[in-house]
């Protein structure tokens, strides 16, 4: 006589699960920073003034 | 050396600071250090030169959506290191 001795009970198609339950973003580098002020140096540049 | 940036305390346009209005916003030079600043958004432009107005950098910055509030406290603290915005003098100090 054999027995089901399976003790996971998860339904089929469960490995592709993967990545549930973990936060949108998780792990991912910052969305591109907006950068309103760019700085330029004019020094060297000479007769420009 | 530039004192650290302090959004509680009340800054200004740097006097030695001269702001071009651009299409993208504004050019600011500072005839000190010989730099120049891209302002690459109006609203910001309008923000630094009322700032002067406002007894601290939070209360400016109240007009400004939630959303973009760390951007242009950023960007602030950006222009504040390069001296483009300075400090108010401290209001007990003041005659």
């Given at each position: 006589m054999q027995q089901d001795t399976r003790a996971d009970p998860s339904p089929a198609?469960?490995?592709h699960d993967?990545?549930?339950g973990q936060e949108p973003g998780t792990g991912e580098p910052?969305?591109?920073e907006e950068l309103l002020v760019e700085e330029v140096s004019i020094?060297?540049?000479?007769g420009v003034y | 050396m530039t004192a650290p940036f302090e959004p509680g305390r009340g800054y200004r346009l740097n006097p030695d600071v001269a702001l071009r209005p651009e299409p993208f916003g504004?050019?600011?030079y500072h005839f000190g250090t010989r730099r120049l600043s891209f302002l690459k958004a109006?609203?910001?432009v309008e923000l630094v030169r009322g700032l002067?107005?406002?007894r601290s950098v939070s209360d400016a910055l109240a007009a400004v959506p939630d959303g973009r509030r760390d951007v242009y406290l950023r960007a602030l603290a950006a222009l504040a290191a390069s001296?483009?915005?300075?400090p108010q003098p401290d209001r007990s100090e003041m005659p």
């Open positions: 198609g469960a490995d993967l990545g549930l910052g969305i591109t020094d060297g540049m000479c | 504004a050019l600011a109006p609203d910001l002067g107005s406002h001296d483009m915005i300075v």
